[in-house]
DNA sequence: CCTTGTTAGTTACAAAAACAACTAATATCC
DNA sequence: GGATATTAGTTGTTTTTGTAACTAACAAGG
């Protein structure tokens, strides 16, 4: 039906790169959606707070680039679950720094041990070799400096 | 603020991956979105029939996995758009398949060219042996076969 | 045949994302 | 100092997705 021709789907970058992310998104997403009733903005906004310590939310966006309006609402929801905290900044009133309470602490320890796990138990596919490339690409195509 | 630890949220391959797809899709959208007015699983079922010839709704749905119900409002996009045309299976009625028309034909053959462009020039910046790692486990992260 | 079960695809409704418009605080420049 | 522009964050409205329930066609066992 179709001529040869040296394009194929299932070779397409952004075709890939979109499947394998969702893919691994499913498998870790039942933790922090069953135990947290989270939604994936809230853990990364979550993560970022545990890994990085306090912060506001301009920066949690532009670290990584996630919409204001997303962050806004996604910290709304954390505030709610008194997972974190805000607090005006006293020089510019129109930013709060945010911080994780100790139940915040403890969600975000816990699922970064699922974390760890599953991202371990996807690496243990591939050789450590191989696991290292794809990070620096990844790091790479996602903009992120190594 | 926060103890010492092996974990490096930009290090979390599903959150890596997530950031390069979210990026590499941004890049090559505004071809089928801008030119078409296309939704990125229209585009994706439009590049397979394109790429595979006819099939129906279901074979497309399990070849990229993709949820029946987005399958069904792409096609019906597609279909308003004359980029498609859906004839019922006589043997089974219940099931249509699904060709492009020369308008999707023409469509397709556009789009795959920007999508090779875009393709080589991420490439670009990796070695050949460096790609090749990447595409072989990307497949096998998202579950598609060598 | 005729009940029961399955499958292809659609539709309806709820959840989430995208986008635009907004408020309030600060910065700039005359 | 005061008009104007920027910036941090929020709210409202529209699209898009996810989920469940539905229709219509077929399949199988009795």
Chains 1, 2 share one sequence.
């Not at 994780?100 to 041990?113: F, I, N, Q, S, V």
């Not at 596919?125 to 696991?131: D, I, K, L, P, S």
């Not at 794809?134 to 790479?140: C, F, H």
């Amino acid at each position: 039906m179709n001529e040869k021709d040296d394009f194929a789907l299932q070779d397409f970058l952004p075709y890939l790169l979109n499947r394998a992310a969702e893919e691994s998104s499913l498998g870790f997403q039942k933790h922090y959606k069953n135990r947290y009733g989270m939604l994936r903005t809230e853990w990364r906004v979550l993560f970022h707070l545990g890994n990085y310590g306090q912060m506001t939310a301009k920066e949690i966006g532009s670290r990584a680039k996630i919409h204001k309006t997303k962050i806004s609402r996604a910290v709304a929801k954390l505030s709610e679950k008194r997972f974190v905290t805000r607090t005006r900044d006293e020089n510019d009133r129109r930013s709060e720094h945010l911080t994780l309470t100790p139940a915040g602490e403890a969600a975000y320890k816990d699922l970064r041990e699922h974390a760890l796990e599953f991202d371990t138990s996807i690496c243990a596919r591939f050789t450590t070799g191989e696991v290292a490339i794809l990070r620096y690409m990844l790091r790479n195509l996602a903009g992120i400096e190594p």
